[in-house]
């Protein structure tokens, strides 16, 4: 690493801490030319690929923002949002890959969201898996009622759901 004060190519590294639940390293350094010390922050970038080929950066508020729209007049508040965002950006670093394309990003959306509010994921997965039909509203609407019931019988309840008619 080199020193920001005399530009020496080579410096030390005198402690190592852990910053932001583990995200971040932060690193305090001497530089043995001049002797002053600094600090750096290391962390690891995650790239998004879009559909065009070019690669940005991770931006988890461009999550919040796309969600954000699924959920307008839905009783989700900023702090939901937020942990979502959260959720997906921990499930696309645990892939371990440093790029990937942005349609991983959606689907890391979908099951969060679908858990979230089930009226927000329809309307979110309506854009994203582009549903052309009525047709393609109803499917993935009775997969939504399969996987209630399929729940209600595991915990041993009927609870009442949005898409049940209840």
């Known amino acids: ?7 020496n190519a ?7 801490r852990e910053a932001d639940e583990g995200a971040t390293t932060r690193r305090r350094r001497s530089c043995p030319k001049c002797g002053r010390r600094f600090t750096t922050v290391e962390e690891a970038v995650l790239a998004v690929v879009k559909r065009s080929g070019v690669s940005e950066p991770f931006n988890r508020s461009k999550v919040v923002a796309g969600v954000r729209r699924a959920c307008q007049g839905r009783p ?3 702090d939901q949002l937020q942990l979502l965002a ?4 921990d499930a696309i670093r645990a892939t371990g890959a440093a790029e990937v394309p942005s349609n991983e990003v959606g689907l890391a959306i979908l099951r969060p969201l679908r858990e979230l ?3 927000a994921y329809l309307r979110f997965a ?3 898996r582009s549903f052309t039909s009525v047709a393609d509203f109803e499917k993935e609407i009775a997969e939504l009622r399969a996987r209630q019931s399929s729940s209600a019988e595991s915990s041993g309840s009927a609870s009442p759901g949005a ?3 209840a």
């Open 1 to 7: 690493m080199r020193c920001p004060f005399c530009h």
């Open 10 to 16: 080579d410096s030390r590294v005198i402690d190592s």
């Open 76 to 78: 989700v508040d900023e």
């Open 86 to 89: 959260q959720q997906v950006e």
């Open 117 to 119: 509010d089930e009226v």
């Open 126 to 128: 309506s854009v994203y």
């Open 163 to 165: 898409l049940t008619g």
